[in-house]
């Protein structure tokens, strides 16, 4: 039997953000902020418990953005400068933040959800993280002039939240990588590279690949899903 579960990401109530944005502005600040989130978080895990999931997730409700809700815990990071990039090979165009150094970790990134989240459902936890070669397709980077360079300097850093996820009784941690859709040639070259050793020394993982965030659909022949050889434990590939 196939254990069943969501891809991850979950709408956001309107009395925590705004709604059908990309990235959607917080309705509350502070305290009253980190409840709305919990309140959020707790909603869509009995929803999913209702609905007889057997891995349940929290629905990313603490996080603005897949990517920048990591970033925001990164060393490195420019925020207050952000430059206009193209997106998943120029199909759409965002102000992103820029890379300016060194990166590293300023400590833990989502401890305070995934501990939250456990406190909360006996069902297995799944929680999300984006995949290196997505968050290089989502950051400018001017200052380690290489993406293969800056998506394992980003793996490393993914391996080490992931691990400490690990501890904090998540069961399942899925890298989301829409980026493998659009950039074939730089997944055989560097990507899965990237994302291997991301999920090393996990127990379990799962890699996702959303089909949806290709820029034409149906894909051509050249973005068509094709079985990627990683080492995850499950593979699934989303498309609506």
């Given at each position: 039997?196939?254990?069943?579960?969501?891809?991850?990401?979950?709408?956001?109530?309107?009395?925590?953000?705004?709604?059908?944005?990309?990235?959607?502005?917080?309705?509350?600040?502070?305290?009253?902020?980190?409840?709305?989130?919990r309140?959020?978080?707790?909603?869509?895990?009995?929803?999913?418990?209702?609905?007889?999931?057997?891995?349940?997730?929290?629905?990313?409700?603490?996080?603005?953005?897949?990517?920048?809700?990591?970033?925001?815990?990164?060393?490195?990071?420019?925020?207050?400068?952000?430059?206009?990039?193209?997106?998943?090979?120029?199909?759409?165009?965002?102000?992103?933040?820029?890379?300016?150094?060194?990166?590293?970790?300023?400590?833990?990134?989502?401890?305070?959800?995934?501990?939250?989240?456990?406190a909360?459902?006996?069902?297995?936890?799944?929680?999300?993280?984006?995949?290196?070669?997505?968050?290089?397709?989502?950051?400018?980077?001017?200052?380690?002039?290489?993406?293969?360079k800056?998506?394992?300097?980003?793996?490393?850093?993914?391996?080490?939240?992931?691990?400490?996820?690990?501890?904090?009784?998540?069961?399942?941690?899925?890298?989301?990588?829409?980026?493998?859709?659009?950039?074939?040639?730089?997944?055989?070259?560097?990507?899965?590279?990237?994302?291997?050793?991301?999920?090393?020394?996990?127990?379990?993982?799962?890699?996702?690949?959303?089909?949806?965030a290709?820029?034409?659909?149906p894909?051509?022949?050249?973005?068509?899903?094709?079985?990627?050889?990683?080492?995850?434990?499950?593979?699934?590939?989303?498309?609506?």
């Open positions: 039997m196939f254990p069943t579960t969501v891809a991850g990401s979950l709408p956001k109530p309107g009395w925590l953000a705004e709604t059908d944005k990309l990235w959607p502005a917080w309705k509350q600040q502070g305290e009253a902020l980190a409840e709305a989130k309140d959020a978080t707790v909603l869509w895990l009995k929803e999913q418990e209702q609905a007889g999931l057997d891995i349940v997730t929290d629905g990313e409700q603490s996080r603005q953005h897949f990517v920048h809700g990591f970033l925001a815990a990164v060393e490195g990071i420019d925020f207050e400068h952000k430059v206009k990039m193209g997106i998943r090979d120029n199909r759409y165009e965002a102000m992103v933040p820029q890379v300016t150094g060194p990166l590293r970790l300023k400590g833990r990134v989502h401890a305070s959800e995934a501990r939250i989240a456990r909360y459902t006996t069902k297995k936890l799944e929680f999300t993280l984006p995949g290196p070669m997505t968050i290089v397709d989502t950051v400018a980077d001017a200052h380690y002039g290489s993406r293969a800056l998506a394992m300097a980003f793996a490393e850093l993914l391996n080490q939240e992931a691990r400490a996820l690990q501890a904090d009784g998540v069961d399942v941690i899925q890298f989301d990588e829409p980026a493998f859709n659009v950039f074939m040639d730089d997944v055989k070259a560097w990507g899965i590279a990237a994302l291997h050793r991301a999920i090393e020394g996990l127990s379990c993982t799962k890699a996702r690949t959303c089909w949806s290709s820029s034409t659909w894909p051509t022949r050249s973005r068509r899903p094709r079985k990627s050889p990683t080492r995850s434990d499950a593979r699934c590939a989303t498309c609506r």
